[in-house]
């Protein structure tokens, strides 16, 4: 998949990043800001998830603060004029996992639409 950076690619991907900073998973306010009122994913945990239930999941009183993630091998592909797809990798705590993402660009900004992680070794 070639990434040809277009500011559509750009702005989904540091919105990705900013989806991943720990302070912003801390935040049921900011975490939910960045996804789609029609939010999906498929979790590297096997869950099916939609957007109340990981920002409820995530910001929980007494769960486990967020850990620090390790991204690697971004790329970006712009599949119409307000929609793109990302790949990539992360790494939290030793659990690998190939992710993809797909932000739609609305009136509110970028928003994830849909998300799916994959563990791997």
Aim: charged share 25%.
């Amino acid at each position: 998949m070639a990434d040809h950076r277009t500011s559509a690619i750009s702005a989904a991907i540091e919105a990705e990043l900013r989806l991943l900073d720990p302070a912003v998973r801390s935040s049921a306010a900011l975490f939910a800001e960045l996804l789609h009122p029609d939010f999906r994913e498929f979790g590297s945990s096997g869950r099916e998830w939609d957007r109340a239930s990981i920002v409820a999941e995530l910001t929980a009183k007494g769960a486990a603060g967020p850990r620090p993630i390790t991204t690697s091998k971004m790329r970006g592909v712009q599949l119409g004029p307000d929609v793109v797809l990302l790949t990539f990798d992360t790494e939290s705590n030793g659990r690998r996992a190939h992710r993809s993402s797909l932000w739609r660009q609305t009136e509110k900004g970028w928003l994830l639409y849909f998300h799916q992680g994959t563990p791997f070794d």
